[in-house]
């Protein structure tokens, strides 16, 4: 029985720590930290169970649970998990523990509403995770909206407002356009099984047959939602200021999780769904998405904002999942995976080390810091180490799936060009360049500024919360096996999805055209028979 319900504990554990919140006195701000904590470990250790008890042999989703809903559009709860919705619930779930901690000093009003906001924003990311109905799918993804703006809009910096407000209507524009695919792709169903479905697994069985003109349509629908949210350039616009004006843990989870829903969906809905639209926009979006590898890591270089530097550079990692999700190669596709949870690692943990520096000096600019390694040793060893596993150095997690995106890309007969991978490449290179130039003018050279000189290396608290992060760097940069045997099949299957739909649908129009053929025989002998008086 508790193994049937696994996958609705992990979902929806983290309503237990708000009800709790929600009744605990205004003024007793530590119990509701705690309990916070308590609430975001929990869901980890049944997320862990999850990870143990999940088979990575096989690539079909399991722990698959179904209760019925709205019957009469065969819309139902639906959830189940395969390799690649495993590893970005063990990212969240692992994330969210680090982002109490990282709110632990620094939320000082409005504590209950915050925590409550945290919680049930890890309730709508785990369930976009494992929805396998497209209305229950679209439900979190909505869900998961409202606390984000709440967190930037209430608890960020000076400019929070209009960075909330430009989350909202750049993220709400690509949902509406999602919920009009979806209702579309349901209507288009119910022409082939007689009624209205969401559920995921009959329209994988249902959209190769779509007309290529339908597919496109929906296809741009969904991805322009997927790609928002990533977001790849030049829809990248909305993130610079969203990561600049939101708390620390917002940056944490806004980098480390909710960025990755955007690959997600691709891999989840635009391949394996509109598989012959896939081959037709894929030159243009792998365009687009080395476009914003190269041009992320340029603006990157140029900021005088440390925290608007590592968001930058988030536009970067991004481009390089999402030119391997359409590589459309194993290699590539298993580089997008492990490359979600490690830009999530080390993102989430920059942004971690720039939060810490911020609550000291209240400053975030490049020039106002120097210094720093002579007054906070053990903090510049932490920053250092961070930024190697962004750059990608080998040995350390951002390394793995880098080398296998631009093998894959590299060997990609879908790309059918090696230029894309090496334009790629480039990206590997700028990030050294970005990453070292502000490590050496932020962390070493003399303390130029009087008010550094007094300031404290980092507490065992912070040190608690950054320990973690680089064990998981080491361990992924040293043995990835951990993590890629348990996407593997559920990677293969997606590309096989893809590759066997757009088989379907070439076999299709090839009847058709055989079809018109007859028919325009036929004609032409009716029309030249010369007994024929129609002539």
């Not at 009469?72 to 680090?98: C, E, H, K």
């Not at 606390?147 to 993220?171: C, D, H, N, Q, S």
């Not at 190269?294 to 390089?320: E, P, R």
């Amino acid at each position: 029985m508790f193994e049937n319900n696994l996958l609705t504990y992990v979902i929806f554990s983290p309503l237990i720590g708000t009800l709790i919140i929600l009744f605990l006195n205004r003024a007793n701000h530590k119990a509701m930290r705690w309990v916070a904590l308590l609430s975001t470990l929990f869901t980890f250790v049944l997320a862990l169970l999850l990870f143990f008890r999940f088979d990575g042999s096989i690539a079909g989703f399991q722990f698959y649970q179904e209760v019925s809903w709205i019957e009469t559009i065969d819309v139902a709860y639906r959830v189940g998990v395969d390799g690649i919705s495993l590893l970005l619930v063990m990212l969240t779930a692992f994330i969210m523990p680090i982002s109490v901690l990282a709110s632990w000093s620094g939320i000082k009003h409005r504590v209950k509403e915050y925590f409550v906001f945290l919680l049930l924003l890890e309730v709508g990311m785990i369930g976009v995770f494992l929805a396998l109905d497209m209305f229950l799918f679209y439900i979190f993804w909505e869900a998961m909206l409202i606390p984000m703006y709440f967190i930037i809009g209430v608890w960020g910096g000076k400019e929070r407002i209009y960075a909330a407000v430009k989350f909202f209507l750049f993220t709400m524009v690509g949902s509406l356009l999602m919920l009009v695919a979806i209702i579309w792709i349901g209507v288009h169903a119910s022409h082939t099984l007689g009624h209205f479905t969401a559920d995921l697994q009959v329209l994988y069985e249902i959209s190769p047959g779509i007309p290529l003109a339908l597919q496109s349509w929906m296809f741009l629908a969904f991805a322009l939602s997927f790609l928002i949210k990533v977001p790849i350039f030049p829809l990248h616009t909305w993130l610079p200021d969203a990561h600049v004006e939101a708390p620390t843990a917002g940056s944490v989870i806004l980098a480390g999780v909710l960025l990755k829903m955007g690959t997600y969906g691709l891999i989840r809905f635009c391949l394996p769904l509109f598989p012959a639209a896939t081959y037709e926009f894929m030159p243009i979006i792998s365009i687009l998405a080395v476009i914003g590898i190269i041009y992320g890591a340029l603006v990157a270089m140029v900021q005088t904002d440390v925290k608007k530097l590592i968001a930058y550079s988030s536009v970067s990692h991004l481009g390089f999942i999402v030119l391997g999700i359409f590589a459309l190669t194993e290699e590539a596709m298993q580089g997008s995976i492990i490359h979600m949870v490690s830009h999530g690692l080390s993102t989430g943990a920059l942004f971690l080390l720039v939060g810490m520096l911020y609550e000291r000096r209240h400053t975030r600019m490049i020039a106002d810091f120097g210094g720093i390694a002579k007054i906070m040793p053990v903090y510049a060893a932490f920053f250092l180490f961070i930024s190697l596993s962004s750059i990608g150095l080998p040995g350390l997690n951002g390394f793995i799936g880098e080398f296998l995106i631009l093998l894959g890309a590299f060997q990609s007969q879908a790309l059918d060009s090696y230029w894309y991978a090496i334009f790629a490449a480039t990206g590997v290179i700028l990030a050294a360049v970005y990453m070292l130039w502000m490590y050496q003018r932020v962390m070493l050279g003399e303390v130029t500024h009087p008010e550094n000189e007094k300031l404290l290396d980092i507490n065992p608290r912070e040190i608690i919360t950054l320990v973690p992060i680089a064990i998981f760097v080491i361990w992924i940069g040293i043995y990835p096996a951990t993590f890629l045997d348990k996407t593997e099949a559920s990677g293969r299957q997606v590309l096989e999805q893809v590759e066997q739909g757009r088989t379907m649908y070439r076999a299709t129009q090839a009847e058709i055209v055989t079809e018109n053929e007859i028919l325009h025989l036929d004609v032409s002998k009716k029309i030249t028979y010369p007994g024929n008086t129609s002539r």
